[in-house]
């Protein structure tokens, strides 16, 4: 898919390399959210991540940033992570990415945020439960 597309992934992990957290939800939290910003990407151009690392008061951030088609937030701010809600009429939307990547935070007390804006991208923030 990667490849297909030319998606552009630019990561930044300096800040913190390291994420105390289930690998498999790891694994499938990445998976979701580069496979969204690849399928909603805007017609005709080649898709751009952007995914960096923060620690702050030693509590670990994850920001994805694309610059897709967006969500109107107005219209979807309650049921963004809901089980089968869609927003595109993409083929291949089937509303389980971003509600499995809300709860394997939700359940393994994370927390993650959306900003997103029609043809200028979303950003996810997501932060991890602070490690003991």
């Given amino acids: 898919m990667l490849l297909d597309t030319k998606t552009n992934i630019f ?44 620690k702050v008061n030693g509590i670990v951030t994850l920001i994805f940033k694309d610059d897709g088609i967006g969500l109107d937030m107005e219209k979807v701010r309650g049921r963004i992570f809901g089980f089968n809600q869609t ?28 900003d997103s804006r029609v043809n200028e991208g979303t950003t996810f923030t997501i932060t991890f439960k602070k490690a003991i």
């Fill in 87 to 114: 927003f595109h009429d993409n083929k291949d939307s089937k509303g389980i990415g971003l509600y499995l990547v809300y709860n394997h935070l939700i359940n393994l007390g994370g927390h993650i945020d959306i």
């Fill in 11 to 54: 990561a930044d992990f300096a800040d913190e390399d390291v994420i105390v957290f289930n690998k498999a939800h790891l694994e499938s939290i990445f998976l979701n959210l580069i496979s969204n910003s690849i399928k909603y990407a805007k017609p005709n151009t080649y898709p751009q991540i952007n995914i960096r690392s923060r």
